[in-house]
């Protein structure tokens, strides 16, 4: 099993989360997060409202960086044979070709629990 951690513009979520359940992947969670990657900021709301506007700013007009950005992160967890498919998604789905599309980070889970009935491992999550 692998957990798929995503950051996202956040107008992009409700299409993302869509094409998840669409594809079989409706276990989804969202949480609202600010950060902000290897542009610090730059641009900040008006990148994430229209990133190609914030592409056209000159320096000192995108000087008005925010500190972090709001972000959605979306985390899923799936079968390992899942794990490209449901990248591919999530790229497909936020790819604009402009600063702050997001960054998606794949990680083991070495095990889980349903708390309802005590099933373990891919039966808990399916």
Same mark, same amino acid.
């Given at each position: 099993?692998?957990?798929?951690?995503?950051?996202?513009?956040?107008?992009?979520?409700?299409?993302?989360?869509? #094409?998840?359940?669409? /594809?079989? +992947?409706?276990?989804? $969670?969202?949480?609202?997060?600010?950060? *902000?990657?290897?542009?610090?900021? @730059?641009?900040?709301?008006?990148?994430?409202?229209?990133?190609?506007?914030?592409?056209?700013?000159?320096?000192?007009? #995108?000087?008005?960086? /925010?500190? +972090?950005?709001?972000? $959605?992160?979306?985390t899923i967890v799936v *079968?390992?044979e899942d794990v490209s @498919?449901?990248?591919?998604?999530?790229?497909?789905?936020?790819?604009?070709?402009?600063?702050?599309?997001?960054?998606?980070?794949?990680?083991?889970?070495?095990?889980?629990?349903?708390v309802r009935t005590g099933?373990?491992?891919?039966?808990?999550?399916?």
């Amino acid at each position: 099993m692998k957990e798929v951690i995503a950051f996202i513009r956040r107008y992009r979520a409700p299409e993302t989360k869509a #094409a998840l359940d669409r /594809a079989g +992947f409706p276990g989804v $969670t969202s949480q609202s997060v600010h950060g *902000r990657g290897k542009q610090g900021g @730059r641009a900040g709301l008006i990148g994430e409202i229209d990133p190609q506007l914030a592409e056209l700013m000159k320096p000192d007009e #995108a000087a008005a960086k /925010a500190e +972090f950005v709001p972000k $959605t992160m979306l985390t899923i967890v799936v *079968r390992n044979e899942d794990v490209s @498919r449901v990248v591919e998604i999530i790229t497909n789905v936020n790819r604009t070709g402009y600063t702050g599309d997001g960054r998606i980070f794949v990680c083991p889970v070495e095990e889980i629990v349903r708390v309802r009935t005590g099933e373990t491992g891919a039966a808990a999550v399916v």
